[in-house]
């Protein structure tokens, strides 16, 4: 059996499961905007500052809030193993891994969609004014390969987490280091997207988000099958 | 000259399977004949489930070969998990979707698009078809989980101690319907519950300590009784 059937009932089961219980969207949600709250609070940015830092803490909101999210994510396989389950579908185990993946793309960008707009308010940043077209829709190409980077990454080690007692403390120890180049990558394009100056080019960045991104979705189709056998 | 031309369901060959130091199987040789109904019966931690894991794909064993319908599993591919139905210890199913959701969910996986009525109606859950099975009782639970393992019509069925929670009439209702189904599937049972095991069994198997210490034909429940009270004995 191809793939496809697999990973398109796992996407469609977790967007069930998220519309009856909304845990997911909305605990990263409400983590993202605590976060802009308190840097915006403790900061005091004028607008030259803002366009310096403001990435940087966007990036941070979109990451940390991310990762509570792709805790649940193997969270709700872990209860009644419902893990073992999807195992025994006749497809390949890593269409697991890709049904999960899109389901975490998918709530990340929702999460996003809502935060954006808030953060262009803390921060007197106006997105719409700042970036020509073409530059806003590359924002938004670095916005895309930031989310399917940091979830690309952050599936498989949810993965690996889900099947240890320690669950909720061990992915954020692995994640953030092994996500600093998707991290730092995303935060730094969205600067030089922002930065006023015309000889600031984000493209070798974008590259960067590019090249991470596609490796680490590599391996985790090559690894995920390991990763969640016993 | 071989008299039963139809390859096993399953069969292993010289399986060991370690965790760490411990062996829970010490190269069994192990053989579920086609549409015939084999019962394990063992202590706990015999290496009932830990079989029974293998069998479903769930688990690789640390040496010897497994077999479906006469081919070597690395020779089959993902596919031939279409083949197989589990029953757990765990129910497999989502607590935050209704009891429909989940067998629908589950035949998508399969690829298919049927079959959810038949498994309520034999489930008798119809009438909890709304129902989050977060809300269903253990009983239910179990007649769910047994009822998703059937959804894709396997021809190798495994059920670990599927007894377990069940009440009277549900055990009946199970019993029957592993009945009906023998002779199309080949069916591995664990069970504690030594009558239903050998009124169902075509075959009956006793584990102690990673070894198959009794394999057997037309054992009656007194003899198994009696065995497995021997075996412990021999193995304090």
Same mark, same amino acid.
């Given at each position: ?230 | ?34 549409? =015939?109904? &084999? ?7 015999? *290496?009932?489930?830990?079989? $029974?894991?293998? /069998?479903?794909? @769930? #688990? ?67 009438? =909890?078809? &709304? ?7 253990? *009983?239910?639970?179990?007649? $769910?989980?047994? /009822?998703?393992? @059937? #959804? ?85």
């Amino acid at each position: 059996m191809s793939s496809y059937p697999a990973i398109l009932a796992i996407l469609r089961k977790d967007v069930r499961t998220e519309v009856r219980t909304r845990q997911m969207i909305s605990s990263m949600f409400v983590f993202a905007v605590l976060v802009l709250l308190v840097f915006n609070f403790t900061l005091f940015l004028d607008e030259i500052r803002a366009i310096e830092l403001g990435p940087g803490i966007l990036w941070v909101a979109f990451v940390f809030a991310a990762t509570l999210g792709l805790n649940r994510s193997f969270a709700i396989e872990g209860e009644n193993r419902c893990l073992s389950g999807l195992m025994m579908a006749p497809a390949p185990r890593s269409s697991i891994y890709f049904g999960k993946l899109l389901s975490n793309i998918l709530f990340m960008t929702v999460m996003e969609i809502f935060v954006l707009p808030l953060f262009v308010v803390f921060f007197n940043l106006s997105i719409w004014e700042l970036l020509s077209p073409s530059e806003l829709a590359t924002f938004f190409l670095v916005l895309l390969l930031g989310t399917v980077g940091y979830a690309a990454v952050g599936t498989i080690l949810a993965a690996v987490a889900a099947n240890t007692t320690m669950r909720e403390v061990l992915l954020p120890v692995l994640l953030f280091p092994v996500s600093v180049p998707i991290v730092i990558g995303a935060a730094e394009s969205t600067r030089l997207l922002f930065d006023v100056d015309p000889l600031s080019s984000p493209w070798i960045w974008i590259r960067v988000l590019l090249v991470f991104a596609v490796v680490f979705l590599f391996v985790s189709w090559l690894t995920f099958e390991y990763v969640i056998e016993e | 000259m071989n008299l039963n031309p139809v390859p096993p369901a399953f069969a292993a060959r010289r399986l060991t399977k370690r965790f760490g130091r411990s062996s829970a199987l010490k190269e069994i040789d192990f053989e579920l004949e086609a549409g =015939r109904c &084999h019962v394990l019966f063992g202590r706990n931690g015999a *290496g009932k489930s830990t079989l $029974l894991l293998i /069998a479903a794909t @769930l #688990l690789r064993p640390s040496s010897g070969e497994i077999f479906y319908g006469g081919d070597r599993y690395e020779t089959l591919g993902d596919e031939v998990r279409r083949r197989i139905g589990l029953v757990s210890h765990q129910s497999f199913l989502y607590p935050d979707l209704t009891v429909v959701e989940n067998l629908q969910f589950y035949a998508r996986l399969y690829g298919s698009s049927s079959g959810e009525e038949e498994a309520l109606l034999w489930a008798d859950l119809e009438l =909890r078809r &709304h129902s989050p099975v977060r809300s269903l009782s253990r *009983g239910m639970l179990q007649r $769910l989980a047994v /009822a998703r393992a @059937l #959804l894709h019509r396997p021809t190798l069925l495994l059920l670990d101690e599927p007894y377990t929670g069940l009440d009277v009439v549900s055990s009946e209702r199970l019993s029957t319907r592993l009945s009906d189904i023998k002779g199309e599937t080949a069916i591995l049972l664990t069970t504690h519950d030594v009558d239903r095991g050998v009124a169902l069994a075509d075959r009956i198997s006793i584990l102690e300590g990673g070894r198959i210490a009794f394999d057997a034909t037309g054992a009656t429940a007194s003899e198994v009784r009696r065995l497995l009270l021997e075996i412990r004995e021999i193995a304090k």
